[in-house]
């Protein structure tokens, strides 16, 4: 069945690079999602990347895939207090007729240390 | 308006009222879905809906009961529920059902006495 595992936890001091890593296991996946979500709040759509795409960068976020080992990362430049957040990584594994079926990893915990 | 809105906020029940929550779009997309997620755990999907019409339903409890007025419009009806309902209940929408580029709503979250 669909799988996506990501660590619990990261933390990294202000200024410094964050990698959050994600595995997933539907080699069918078609897209690939990185949602922030801040305490009590809902998600959002940080960035995501089509399969047939090794890397995506968007100002301070970088999206790489490694379609081989069905791994993906995001990395983010030059961490702000602002990015602690829990990040969640999510595959969609249907292409057309998906039936809006997102799979989420169980989010990793960023906490930005001044 | 690239904006997903829910209300309420915030919303506290005992277990034999009966309450809704709303969701609302206004970027002209034809599929909404409801999401529950318990503390620190992922969201799970509850239900879909395309051009209206309920495409899944995930083994919800009936207690559970959503409804479509219209295309910008999805509630969630809940009555009889449990302390384990507790959560904070999302909502979502995309194009339709071949673009799972969800825009998420702030959610609502749901405490049940």
């Known amino acids: 069945g669909e799988d996506v595992e990501q660590s619990l936890f990261l933390s990294v001091r202000e200024g410094d690079s964050s990698v959050i890593n994600c595995t997933y296991t539907d080699s069918s996946s078609t897209y690939l999602y990185w949602y922030k979500q801040e305490p009590g709040a809902g998600l959002q759509l940080l960035t995501y990347?089509?399969?047939?795409?090794d890397m995506k960068q968007d100002q301070r976020l970088t999206v790489l895939l490694n379609k081989k080992d069905k791994h993906l990362s995001l990395r983010i430049a030059d961490t702000q207090t602002g990015d602690s957040a829990i990040y969640f990584c999510a595959e969609s594994p249907y292409y057309g007729g998906s039936q809006g079926n997102l799979i989420f990893g169980k989010g990793t915990k960023l906490s930005v240390k001044p | 308006d690239t904006e997903v809105t829910q209300t309420p906020k915030h919303l506290v029940m005992g277990m034999t009222n009966k309450k809704s929550l709303k969701c609302e779009q206004h970027m002209g997309h034809r599929a909404m879905y409801w999401y529950k997620q318990k503390a620190k755990k992922p969201p799970e999907l509850m239900f879909v809906y395309s051009y209206e019409k309920l495409s899944i339903n995930e083994s919800v409890p009936s207690r559970f009961s959503p409804e479509c007025p219209n295309s910008s419009l999805l509630n969630l009806h809940l009555h009889a529920l449990q302390p384990e309902d507790s959560a904070l209940y999302l909502c979502?929408?995309?194009?339709?059902?071949?673009?799972?580029?969800?825009?998420f709503g702030p959610g609502t979250r749901l405490t049940v006495l």
């Open positions: 990347i089509f399969s047939n795409m």
């Open positions: 979502a929408s995309s194009q339709d059902l071949n673009d799972n580029e969800q825009f």
